[in-house]
């Protein structure tokens, strides 16, 4: 059962992600294969990021002194996506994340 959750969950990150076009919809089979590539990019930076987030999340919660049982780590997926904004506008200053040290700070409840 739980993998199969885990599953729904990447599919529903995938179909998030996918929001203007749900299904590939180019005629020629090479941009059929560049759009799902395209997909699967933007998928995997989003659970490699919420994977590293959730990691620094456990560490300070641990540091905190909470109790972190193996048990409760099993349900974790960082197929996540309540916190992406896919309408917004967004503005890199490259400068800036260049000379980052360590991650973005984690918001406290």
């Given at each position: 059962?739980?993998?199969?959750?885990?599953?729904?969950?990447?599919?529903a990150?995938?179909a998030?992600?996918?929001?203007?076009?749900e299904?590939?919809?180019?005629?020629?089979?090479?941009?059929?294969?560049?759009?799902?590539?395209?997909?699967?990019?933007?998928?995997?930076?989003?659970?490699?990021?919420?994977?590293?987030?959730i990691?620094?999340?456990?560490s300070?919660?641990?540091?905190?002194?909470?109790?972190?049982y193996?048990?409760?780590?099993?349900?974790?997926?960082?197929?996540?996506?309540?916190?992406?904004?896919?309408?917004g506008?967004?503005?890199?200053?490259?400068?800036?994340?260049?000379?980052?040290?360590?991650?973005?700070?984690?918001?406290?409840p």
């Amino acid at each position: 059962m739980v993998q199969l959750n885990k599953g729904e969950a990447l599919h529903a990150l995938r179909a998030f992600l996918s929001f203007a076009n749900e299904k590939i919809q180019k005629s020629q089979l090479d941009e059929q294969a560049n759009q799902a590539s395209c997909l699967t990019l933007l998928t995997n930076a989003v659970i490699i990021w919420n994977t590293r987030y959730i990691q620094e999340i456990i560490s300070q919660l641990k540091i905190d002194g909470h109790n972190i049982y193996d048990e409760d780590i099993e349900h974790l997926s960082p197929c996540r996506f309540e916190h992406i904004n896919k309408y917004g506008r967004y503005n890199f200053n490259v400068d800036e994340e260049l000379n980052r040290q360590g991650l973005r700070p984690i918001r406290k409840p």
